[in-house]
């Protein structure tokens, strides 16, 4: 097989597996309990929760496990509203942020929010100054995404995070960094981001687990799960003691040679883009700059086509998010790309662990699909 589908979820390298296993196994004690295995796990999870904290330069104290990315986002959006409930019910969003963000903000919009959702230009990417044009009295709360998973743009938290300091203003600043964490610099503290989500499963991890970074001017956050109280009372639900270890072991094989690993994904990368492009008839979409994450559209060709017939050969990529399986996607719609380039529009998404050899099995693929096929009219 060759996978290049790592932005919608990554293999599970055999550390992590192993990891998890002896924690399943032989160290299967509650962290709650008050016995040495249930302490000793405590301990564990402790641990696990420094690494990866480490990894994203904040106090272990400020960083919160979930289930997934999903729930991290939910949490963070009710967690600001919440805390800003008497100063108003305006939200700031983009257009492009994933279905985690977009469809609580669909069902708040029906309890009386109001949501600003920020069109990006035709590079994909989306300015702190649309933001300050966006912001009210009334903004409670403004989420924007590290790097978007469709495009691989950056959008510039740290600039968003000092615009809202400048202007004085009140509304916590959320980010998704489902995307973004171990791929681009990720500094929810010095950047003064409030609310910052990750999730396992992007980064080698399991799937199952993501946590919540919650930053000093978050006040006692609201709980997503009130319940017995683990979390510090934050986020109630016996700790998934396999899979938090499994991300700190995935986030700490990340972490060696981290530059390296970067550098290669970046590499790789532009090689399949230079060798897309000489293709002819093959387009960009977007200026994505992580080093992760590169869309192009056969300008004509559907790429759900595109995506069953390599899946067929076992090359894995994607037509867009794995999340809209299949619907026209929104992001794509918001690039406002003309029918053809937007019906053409794949994602491939690099790991650490891809080769330039499966880059060439992948453009020699693309292009035989294009030599087979009719373009739409
Ligand atoms: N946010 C972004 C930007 C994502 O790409 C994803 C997953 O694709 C999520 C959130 C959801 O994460 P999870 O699958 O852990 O719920």
Redesign the pocket.
């Given at each position: 097989m060759v996978y290049f589908d790592n932005?919608?979820?990554t293999p599970l390298p055999k550390a992590v597996a192993d990891a998890m296993y002896e924690v399943l196994t032989a160290h299967f004690g509650n962290p709650s309990s008050q016995y040495p295995i249930g302490v000793e796990m405590k301990k564990a999870v402790e641990g696990w929760r420094a690494v990866i904290a480490g990894a994203l330069g904040c106090p272990a104290e400020r960083l919160y496990f979930t289930?997934?990315?999903?729930?991290?986002?939910n949490w963070a959006i009710q967690a600001a509203l919440w805390q800003n409930r008497h100063r108003g019910r305006h939200i700031i969003t983009t257009a492009v942020?994933?279905?985690?963000?977009l469809e609580p903000c669909k069902l708040l919009a029906q309890q009386g929010y109001e949501v600003t959702y920020l069109k990006p230009g035709q590079d994909g990417n989306v300015t702190a100054e649309q933001v300050a044009d966006a912001l009210r009295e009334d903004t409670a709360l403004v989420s924007v995404?590290?790097?978007?998973?469709e495009t691989g743009c950056v959008f510039p938290a740290a600039d968003i995070a000092a615009l809202l300091r400048k202007k004085g203003s009140p509304a916590l600043l959320h980010c998704?960094?489902?995307?973004?964490f171990l791929k681009v610099p990720c500094d929810p503290e010095g950047w003064g981001v409030d609310l910052m989500?990750l999730?396992?499963?992007?980064v080698g991890g399991p799937?199952?687990?993501?946590a919540l970074y919650i930053g000093p001017r978050v006040r006692n956050p609201r709980p997503l799960l009130p319940g017995g109280g683990q979390e510090r009372g934050a986020r109630s639900g016996t700790e998934a003691t396999a899979q938090i270890a499994g991300f700190a072991k995935a986030v700490e094989l990340r972490l060696a040679d981290y530059d390296a690993k970067l550098a290669h994904m970046a590499g790789l990368k532009a090689y399949c883009r230079e060798k897309l492009l000489a293709m002819g008839g093959v387009v960009p979409v977007g200026e994505g700059t992580a080093p992760h994450i590169l869309a192009v559209s056969l300008v004509g060709y559907p790429s759900a086509n595109i995506v069953t017939d390599l899946g067929a050969q076992g090359i894995c990529i994607s037509a867009g998010?794995?999340?809209h399986q299949g619907k026209a996607s929104h992001v794509v719609s918001a690039l406002g790309l003309d029918k053809k380039t937007a019906a053409g529009v794949i994602r491939i998404s690099f790991s650490p662990d891809n080769t330039r050899e499966d880059v060439d099995v992948l453009c020699q693929a693309l292009l035989a699909h294009r030599d087979s096929r009719f373009p739409m009219l």
């Open positions: 932005a919608a979820t289930s997934c990315g999903t729930e991290s986002d942020e994933h279905s985690a963000v995404m590290l790097v978007n998973n998704d960094a489902v995307q973004g989500s999730s396992g499963h992007k799937k199952g687990v993501g998010s794995a999340c």
